[in-house]
């Protein structure tokens, strides 16, 4: 197997401290993965808490399973100034973003078998002049993929897609469209016959208004919207039901009926994850030719530099990763095909 990298993340948060929990976690599995990161400043962190992380600095992906059990290995990203734990530094964005590109690239020419990235401040970056909402879209631009990117939220419990993503409500229901739905339940339900190995994936789709507009009375985007995009998809074969009154569609019975959840917007998918398992819940990106996973959550200013960060959602994060390398096909020539 090959390794995975992990990226720098903001340096000024938690990212360097889960990434040496992790390390001290994962040792011993035989799975290598390596950081894309300031060697100097993961030295220093460790020492700083207080763990026994042994450093190993490697100019290649190759070297590092070799050493993987006794250090963490580390190509190395410099960042222009020692960061503070919980203050960003807009200086440091351009290390930042090398950090993306790079494991990006390694994953894409098929040296890593995935990516993931740590937590990133999108304020710190768009202040140094990076033009993306965040880390999906700009992943999707660096691996030619822009416009087939579709986020998924994924932990022991429950999968979730959001159709629309980072908008404000009133937004996101403005720009709600058949054809947005059955691009992202196509993108789903081939995630999850390629990547988690389910031959025939059942997606619920969530209805938008309270009792799935109960008929027409609290709302008609399930009449208008939401059953064209779900006739489209039957017509390609997909298995799809609903759509589910959004109150009722997560409970424990309910998930046993479906393998993701097509919801409409962001905290219809994400509250109901988070409520069941805040802590081993992953972000995937689908739709690109890697892989890519990250945390599910963000930089947690107010605990960097402390020891107290939990990185649990990290390692579900990596274990997710290799999961769904391992299921792959070479990324490089998936890439060019």
Request: proline share 8%.
């Amino acid at each position: 197997m090959k390794p995975i990298v992990l990226t720098m993340g903001d340096p000024a948060g938690i990212g360097g401290e889960l990434t040496l929990r992790a390390w001290l976690a994962q040792r011993r599995l035989g799975r290598c993965f390596v950081a894309l990161d300031d060697p100097a400043r993961l030295a220093a962190l460790a020492a700083l808490l207080g763990l026994d992380v042994p450093i190993a600095t490697v100019a290649t992906l190759d070297e590092g399973p070799a050493l993987f059990a006794n250090a963490l290995p580390v190509l190395p990203i410099a960042l222009q100034n020692p960061p503070t734990p919980g203050k960003p530094d807009s200086a440091n964005a351009p290390a930042v973003v090398a950090s993306i590109e790079r494991a990006a690239a390694l994953a894409l020419r098929g040296a890593a078998g995935a990516m993931v990235t740590n937590p990133i401040n999108k304020a710190a970056l768009y202040d140094a002049g990076f033009a993306y909402p965040g880390h999906t879209e700009f992943l999707a631009e660096l691996t030619g993929a822009r416009g087939k990117q579709i986020m998924m939220l994924a932990s022991p419990f429950l999968r979730v897609v959001p159709v629309t993503v980072h908008a404000s409500l009133r937004k996101s229901i403005a720009m709600l469209t058949a054809d947005m739905i059955a691009a992202a339940a196509r993108t789903t339900a081939a995630a999850l016959r390629r990547d988690f190995g389910i031959a025939n994936p059942r997606l619920a789709i969530a209805g938008l208004n309270p009792h799935a507009g109960e008929q027409g009375a609290l709302g008609d985007e399930e009449t208008t919207i939401i059953g064209p995009a779900m006739d489209s998809l039957r017509a390609d074969g997909i298995d799809v039901t609903g759509p589910w009154p959004p109150d009722t569609m997560f409970t424990a019975k309910a998930r046993t009926r479906y393998d993701a959840a097509i919801c409409m917007y962001h905290d219809q998918a994400l509250i109901p994850l988070k409520t069941l398992d805040m802590d081993r819940g992953v972000n995937v990106t689908l739709g690109l030719p890697i892989v890519r996973t990250s945390p599910d959550h963000g930089t947690a200013y107010d605990i960097a530099g402390k020891g107290i960060a939990d990185p649990t959602s990290l390692i579900a994060a990596i274990d997710l990763a290799f999961s769904l390398a391992e299921k792959r096909v070479d990324p490089a020539r998936e890439a060019v095909s």
